[in-house]
Every structure is written in C-alpha cells, then in structure tokens.
C-alpha cells in the first residue's frame, strides 16, 4: 500500500519511512502540500507540522479517497481534537502511532 507522510521532523519521518517499509508498504514522505497531490491509500499526517494548511489537506486526501491517520503528542490535546473535527479517519497519539502503526494500518 502507497502511504503518504506528512512529516517535517527529520526523526519522525525516517522511522515512520523504515517501519513502513518493514511493513511491507511504500512511504512517500511530504514536508509540504505540493501541487498536485500524489495518490495513497493511506496518509499519516502530523497534526502539529508547521507550514501545511490542515484545513485544506484534509479535505483533499478525503477527497481522493485516502484513509488519514491523524497523529499528536498526547498532550495536545487541542491538536487531536482538531484532527477529529478536520475528518481525520483515526487520531492517535505520537506513541499509539509508534505502537500500534499496523493495527492503524490495517483499518486503511
């Protein structure tokens, strides 16, 4: 399954890439929305990442038909509530992510 990663911290996204490929996926990891939005099944969206309009990328991923997993640190409360209401499929926190990333995945 193509998963893309939106991630601009460096640690975060070279574990999330190795895990994925562990997985057996392919991980397209993103630092910023570009022009046109590759396709996935999945996406892993960081909910703090600084720079991305999560309003607009969202919708977009929904619209395409991409299962999106919201993620936080378990005291940002405001941010995983957010992911909810922007429509994430599922929100974890950073260590649920870490965790239980293939059980997530499977519900993709």
């Known amino acids: 399954m193509t998963i893309l990663v939106f991630e601009r911290n460096l640690l975060w996204s070279a574990r999330l890439e190795r895990t994925l490929?562990?997985?057996?996926h392919t991980p397209v990891v993103l630092d910023r929305l570009p022009a046109t939005l590759p396709a996935g099944e999945a996406?892993?969206?960081?909910?703090s990442i600084p720079g991305i309009d999560l309003e607009a990328l969202i919708p977009?991923?929904?619209?395409?038909?991409?299962h999106v997993i919201g993620h936080a640190g378990h005291k940002e409360g405001d941010k995983l509530g957010?992911?909810?209401?922007?429509g994430c499929d599922?929100?974890?926190?950073?260590?649920?992510?870490?965790?239980?990333?293939?059980e997530a995945l499977a519900l993709a």
Request: glycine residues 12%; hydrophobic residues 50%; aromatic residues 2%.
């Open 60 to 66: 977009l991923l929904k619209a395409q038909g991409t």
């Open 82 to 86: 957010g992911g909810v209401d922007l």
């Open 43 to 47: 996406a892993i969206v960081n909910l």
């Open 21 to 24: 490929r562990a997985l057996g």
């Open 90 to 102: 599922q929100v974890l926190s950073n260590s649920a992510l870490t965790f239980k990333l293939e």
